[in-house]
């Protein structure tokens, strides 16, 4: 209930409180990719066990702050920025669940490949995830700091993980050409690769839900 008092304080509180929670459901989804690729990577089967859990986390902080949107969209009647604040936030989480939807499929492809040797040095695998982890911390960023210039760079760097993306497909093809026993393996990384570059894809629509809540315009900033 809001104070009395300083009735637009009290609201201005809720939307800080909003926003910070987006912050930290947003980090945990990056930490579940970063520990997705990296068990991927090494067969880890207990961290994959562990991110695949982690998915519980990220499906309540989506409840919660879907719950606390509806309620404030309910019962505050806001109104201009503060509408589109709590609308881009609605929209964020549901891209944020989906990244970590993809986590666990890359988790559950180290599960599936457990019992195959990890193929050597995958480079371009560890880079598009790294590129994305950035993204995503970027993304969250400009919607909590206000900053706009901050998704436009952003969105630059998808480009860069669809290059990977495409560099991950042609090594991949060529291993098989040269050793048909290492397929599924293969296969596997293409696979991952897809997931990561669909999760560059909900980032750039969290960088697309920024840019609305800032502007009030929704357009497709990466074409």
């Known amino acids: 209930m809001l104070n009395q008092n300083n009735p637009r304080a009290e609201f201005d509180q809720s939307l800080e409180d909003l926003q910070q929670d987006v912050l930290r459901m947003a980090a945990v989804a990056e930490q579940m990719l970063h520990r997705a690729v990296r068990a991927y990577l090494t067969r880890d089967l207990d961290e994959i066990e ?11 902080y ?29 929209k964020i989480i549901t891209d944020v669940e989906r990244i970590g939807d993809y986590s666990i499929d890359i988790a559950k492809m180290g599960r599936r490949m457990a019992d195959k040797a990890p193929l050597d040095s995958q480079p371009n695998i560890e ?74 894809d909900h980032i750039t629509n969290v960088g697309e839900h920024v840019f609305y809540v800032e502007t009030g315009v929704f357009t497709e900033l990466h074409q």
Not at 166 to 181: Q, S
């Open 50 to 60: 562990d991110v695949i859990r982690t998915d519980d986390e990220v499906d309540r």
């Open 62 to 90: 989506h409840r919660d702050i879907e719950a606390r949107c509806l309620e404030l969209l309910a019962l505050q009647n806001p109104m201009a920025r503060d509408l589109r604040v709590i609308a881009g936030a609605l």
């Open 127 to 200: 880079a598009m995830a790294e590129r994305a982890e950035w993204m995503l911390r970027t993304s969250i960023k400009a919607f909590v700091t206000r900053e706009i210039d901050l998704v436009h760079e952003m969105i630059a760097h998808d480009d860069e993980v669809d290059h990977l993306n495409k560099a991950v497909i042609e090594a991949m093809i060529a291993r098989i050409r040269e050793n048909v026993d290492i397929v599924e393996q293969a296969i596997g990384a293409i696979m991952v690769a897809r997931f990561i570059e669909r999760i560059a």
